[in-house]
Structure formats: C-alpha cells, structure tokens
C-alpha cells in the first residue's frame, strides 16, 4: 500500500508539472506572438495607435522592386499608427496559406497579400471570410469561383503595361529608315515573361498581344517564364542568342530579368539596345540607368508604392466600410526618346 501511496502521489507531481510546463509553452507562443508583431513595422516611431492590426503576405524578396514595395508597406503602416505582421512567403505558395492561416488564428483586423500565382487560394479565402476578416489582394489580382471571397484589389494594370510595351515598338519599328527589314519581313520578338500563372505575367503578356493585334510584320518567335529572377533571364538569354540567329526585340515581364539578359549580351558581344531593342517593366533604378545608357530603349513603370494606399484601404475595411474593387495606381513610361532623361528623379529602389 505505501509503495502505491507514493507512486500516486508521484503521478500527482508529474501531471501538475506537466500542466505548468504546458501553460507556460502556450504563454511564450502568445509573447513570441505579440513581440514579432511589435516589431514587424520595422525601425522608426509610430505616429500615434488605430488599435488596427494588419496581416501582410509578402511573396518574396526577389528583385529591388519587390523590397521598396515591403518598405513601402511597412512605412505605411508606422506612418498611420497601424500594428503589422508580417510574412516573408519566400516564392512559395504553401507559405503563403500557412500566413494567412495565422493571421486567422491571430485574429487580425485585415489581411493584405499579394499572391504568388492568381488562382488556388479559394479554401484559405473562405476560412477568413468565415471568421469575418476581410482579405485585400495587392500587386497581383486573384481569379477565385466567388469574388466575395475578398474585398478588393490594389495594384499595377498589367494589360496596360503589355499594351505600352507594343506600342513603343509599333512606333519604333514603323519610323522607317533605321529598320528597312520591316518593310519585307516579320520583326522577330522574343518574350521573357514572369511566373507563370501569376497575374502580371498574364496581364502583360495578354495586353502585348493585344496591342499587336493587326500588325502582321511582328512576330512572337519564342517566349519563356522567367520567374521575374535575373538568374533566370542570364539563363534564358544565354541559350535562346545562340539558338535564334536574328532576334530584333526582346520583350521582357521586369528590370530584374533584363539586368540578366544585358550581362549575357555584353558576354556575346552583342550590344544591349543598338544590335536587339530592349523593352522592360518595373522602373528600377538600374533599368533607368541603362535607359540613359543607350542599353535599354523602354521602359514601363510598374509602380511599387503601393503602402500608403493598401494601409488606407486596410483602415476602411477595418471600420466596416466597402472599397472599391479594383483600383489601379498611376504609372509612367520612359522611352530613349524622352527629351531630358537626366531629369527623372532617383527611384529609390
């Protein structure tokens, strides 16, 4: 009897610090939580407190423009008093559900994610619909069965972007002298685009297409998904300047993949925007550069400060109140022919 006294008594002690080990596991996950969440909007002091929390899905941090458009987000955030979390999806889809899932669980007030690819998010869009959290779609759009799934979408018109990117070339193309060979023969485009499935990708290859329409002397001879990488658009470039004995444009989906296939022209000894007329999207500073170098002939802006608007639109949501459903943010285009080019201001990315 004595023996199973203290055996019991020695269940008793083990339970209860199994019990208190437990409680304080939960209450470090709780800290942990409410520490990230603090420090996510980064260095710098919050113009007072909405009592707003926002929970934020970034796809990666793959080129300049997609660290300013963080930056951006984060500014913002500190700037109107809001708590952010946020994620870093690292170009991974399964990252980006399992973010969304916490912010559910965190019960924040409003989700923004910009998605890695436009459909497949129909499930995780539900869950936080049916815990009353709106959801706001930034940069990229969504393609889901019921569209009040989420509440809205801020970004860039990618067809917009395709179609500028067809009428410098119709332009350039149709002036004449410097390029005889369009009058006999097909000018032969080859497309770099961007994540395959993503909506700028989509967007800017349709809007292309759709601004050659009727303009039989163009021609589309290759196109390939480089994933918005310059890794990716050195690799591409390499095989196709071998592979393809005249090529007179190359059309590209962002800076990043062209900074990438410039590396490769100058190896080949081919020279970027005098031997293959280069077409560009995002704006970055180095594609700038290159425009005023002679190296690039166009390009598109696709602008990335999209913070102070997404953080506007969060504040509604957060109040009950409904946003548009979608809304685009201005954007320019810079061509070689631009009279002053030295007067476009720093990008700051």
Not at 43 to 55: A, E, F, H, L, N
Not at 57 to 71: C, M, V
Not at 79 to 99: F, H
Not at 207 to 216: I, Q
Request: net charge negative; aromatic share 8%; proline share 4%.
């Amino acid at each position: 009897m004595a023996k199973g006294g203290m055996g019991f008594r020695k269940g008793i002690v083990f339970a209860f610090i199994a019990v208190i080990a437990a409680m304080l596991g939960c209450l470090f996950v709780l800290l942990s939580l409410v520490t990230v969440g603090a420090q996510d909007t980064g260095p710098g002091k919050t113009t007072g407190s909405t009592g707003i929390i926002v929970g934020f899905s970034q796809i990666g941090a793959e080129s300049a423009w997609r660290k300013h458009n963080t930056l951006s987000v984060h500014e913002a955030a500190r700037e109107k008093g809001i708590r952010l979390l946020y994620e870093n999806a690292e170009q991974k889809r399964e990252n980006q559900i399992k973010a969304i899932r916490s912010f559910i669980a965190y019960r924040v007030d409003v989700i923004a994610f910009a998605p890695l690819v436009a459909d497949g998010w129909d499930n995780v869009l539900r869950e936080a619909k049916e815990a009353g959290i709106p959801v706001l779609a930034v940069d990229r759009k969504l393609e889901t069965s019921d569209e009040s799934l989420y509440a809205g979408f801020i970004g860039t018109d990618s067809l917009e972007e395709g179609r500028n990117a067809a009428r410098f070339i119709i332009k350039k193309f149709s002036s004449g002298a410097p390029y005889k060979r369009y009058r006999t023969e097909p000018i032969k485009i080859v497309e770099i685009a961007g994540t395959a499935g993503s909506s700028p990708a989509l967007g800017r290859a349709e809007g292309f297409r759709e601004g050659l329409a009727g303009h039989d002397n163009f021609e589309i001879i290759y196109s390939e998904d480089g994933d918005f990488l310059r890794s990716r658009g050195y690799e591409i470039a390499n095989r196709i300047l071998d592979e393809f004995p005249v090529i007179d444009v190359i059309y590209s989906h962002n800076d990043s993949m062209t900074l990438g296939l410039i590396d490769s022209m100058k190896e080949k000894g081919i020279r970027p925007g005098k031997d293959i007329v280069i077409v560009t999207i995002d704006a970055e500073q180095a594609a700038i550069d290159a425009l005023r170098n002679g190296e690039v002939n166009c390009v598109i802006e696709c602008n990335p400060k999209l913070g102070p608007a997404i953080m506007d639109l969060a504040i509604q949501l957060a109040e009950g109140k409904e946003i548009p459903r979608l809304l685009h943010v201005e954007e320019q285009v810079f061509t070689e022919d631009d009279p002053d080019l030295d007067s476009i201001p720093p990008r700051g990315y």
